[in-house]
């Protein structure tokens, strides 16, 4: 009993003129392009047979998944679990490079990106990722499961399947708004069988500063 893909969609677009980083404030929700950008996402996989949609429990998430929802009408609609949200961060709610211009001592806390200084460390988010991609894979027989989520935790999981170093520059990150991330078992392990981005049309004008 498992799924034959579990398909990690990040969030698309959030509304944010300030620039801060949100990371686990509430109420942060889609920009309109956000919303578009969610739509394209789920109708790139029509046709599909998607058995459950698993979102964090954020806003922007569970708007995200709401086209998924309405297309795809998982019998127990929307489903939300706490191992795949965004990292704590200690500079959430902040525009970082503001805060650090009004306050030099906060650049202490990149002392250490490798762990990183700044917040949960990447072992902890990929573990976390981990475990709640192996659940919603033994949780179906066949099919497919969305589960919606955020940059960092998608690009633990990735990293973490492909077997490469959990640490790299957020800057670098391969987790476009909207993306989709699909991985599947493969003699006893997961591995990543595509990457791809739905809303790529969406994303030359996106504002996309929020993410952790």
Request: charged share 25%.
């Given at each position: ?21 949100y ?48 297309l ?67 949780s179906?027989?066949?099919g ?16 973490t ?42 994303l030359?004008?996106?504002v996309?500063?929020g993410?952790?």
């Amino acid at each position: 009993m498992s799924a034959d893909l579990v398909r990690l969609v990040r969030h698309g677009e959030v509304f944010n003129p300030a620039g801060v980083l949100y990371g686990r404030m509430p109420e942060f929700h889609l920009s309109d392009r956000g919303r578009d950008m969610a739509r394209l996402a789920a109708r790139s996989l029509a046709g599909h047979d998607i058995r459950r949609v698993i979102a964090s429990p954020l806003t922007r998430t569970r708007e995200s998944a709401q086209p998924w929802l309405d297309l795809f009408h998982p019998a127990a609609g929307l489903e939300i679990d706490e191992r795949i949200i965004e990292p704590t961060n200690v500079f959430e709610g902040t525009n970082i490079r503001r805060a650090v211009r009004a306050n030099p001592l906060l650049a202490r806390h990149f002392r250490n990106p490798w762990r990183p200084s700044w917040g949960e460390p990447f072992a902890a988010i990929a573990a976390r990722m981990m475990a709640a991609i192996h659940d919603a894979h033994a949780s179906v027989d066949g099919g497919e499961v969305v589960l919606v989520s955020h940059q960092s935790p998608i690009w633990m999981a990735a990293r973490t399947v492909q077997g490469r170093p959990l640490a790299t520059d957020p800057r670098n990150r391969r987790c476009a708004l909207s993306s989709i991330t699909s991985l599947a078992l493969r003699d006893g392990r997961f591995v990543e069988v595509s990457y791809e981005e739905p809303a790529a049309e969406l994303l030359a004008g996106a504002v996309d500063q929020g993410a952790v």
